[in-house]
């Protein structure tokens, strides 16, 4: 696949989304949310693709955020269609994926870029990544999907804090708030979100994708989390994996799934 905004790339059944417009601190315009929602789609289909590590070009920046160039003339219901679309196309999507998606937080992850890493479902950063929401600074909120996933990793107090101050916190605050799960060097950071991914990809894919089905279902309005586990749970028993994973353990040998 080729992409205007994206470079892809395919290693050992892990593939890799890095979000190419280095020039402009990688912020995500209309096009780059368009190609992304493509590339994952593309990936989730993909028998052989079994986990995404999602990462921006060049030295400074994973996602400088939107492209305010793009939006700085909207109306009130243009800013509404802008977030609903974003929501709809990419932000929603990447948390919902069955794939399991790594962000790489290489440089600056502001607004829509720290909104698309925390759609994640796991993040790695880089010491030198500078991560926020600097969106009351423009005169407008996190619109997309910043509000709640910020509050949902690092708790309310400090979710507000970071939303009101606007300021932009370092790998190492992120590391201790629980925003990210690991800090590396930027040498190594594709390296361990490699090395996640290797050992996400030796386990069950289809229960791989019904953990992320259950984790998500406690943050879905009017669903009850506990009662998607036990269906997800009981679902998972009539897999193919299931029984080899069961087999295997009990065969004393190593489980080999087909994700079926
Ligand atoms: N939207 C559009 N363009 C952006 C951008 C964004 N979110 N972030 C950076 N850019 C562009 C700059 O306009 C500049 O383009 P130019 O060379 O054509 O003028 C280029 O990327 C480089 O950015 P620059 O500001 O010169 O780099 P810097 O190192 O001085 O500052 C930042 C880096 C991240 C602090 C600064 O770019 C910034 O504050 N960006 C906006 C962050 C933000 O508010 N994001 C939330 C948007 S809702």
Redesign the pocket.
């Known amino acids: 696949m080729t992409f205007e905004n994206l470079l892809t790339a395919s290693e050992n059944n892990v593939f890799i989304i890095t979000i190419n417009r280095p020039?402009?601190?990688n912020?995500?315009?209309k096009k780059t949310i368009e190609e992304l929602s493509q590339a994952l789609l593309f990936a989730e289909g993909d028998i052989n693709i079994r986990a995404i590590v999602l990462t921006g070009s060049g030295q400074?920046?994973f996602v400088?955020?939107?492209?305010?160039?793009?939006f700085a003339n909207f109306s009130i219901e243009q800013g509404k269609a802008l977030s609903a679309e974003g929501h709809d196309k990419l932000f929603n999507l990447v948390q919902n994926l069955k794939t399991p998606v790594i962000a790489a937080i290489n440089g600056?992850a502001?607004?829509?870029?720290l909104e698309l890493a925390m759609s994640c479902h796991i993040r790695v950063a880089s010491d030198n990544a500078?991560m926020g929401?600097?969106?009351v600074?423009?005169g407008?909120i996190?619109?997309y999907g910043g509000t709640q996933r910020l509050a949902q990793l690092v708790g309310k107090g400090k979710a507000l804090e970071m939303i009101m101050t606007a300021d932009?916190i370092s790998a190492a605050d992120a590391l201790t708030w629980g925003l990210v799960n690991y800090v590396t060097t930027p040498e190594t950071l594709l390296a361990k979100c490699n090395e996640l991914a290797v050992k996400i990809i030796s386990r069950s894919p289809v229960a791989v994708a019904a953990a992320i089905r259950a984790v998500n279902a406690n943050y879905a309005d009017g669903v009850n989390g506990f009662a998607i586990e036990i269906d997800e749970f009981g679902t998972c028993f009539g897999t193919e994996d299931f029984k080899e994973g069961t087999t295997a353990f009990l065969e004393k040998r190593k489980a080999v799934f087909t994700g079926k």
Do not use: T
């Open positions: 020039d402009k601190l912020a995500l315009n400074k920046a400088a955020g939107a492209d305010i160039s793009e600056f502001l607004g829509g870029g500078k929401l600097p969106e600074s423009l407008v996190p619109g932009m």
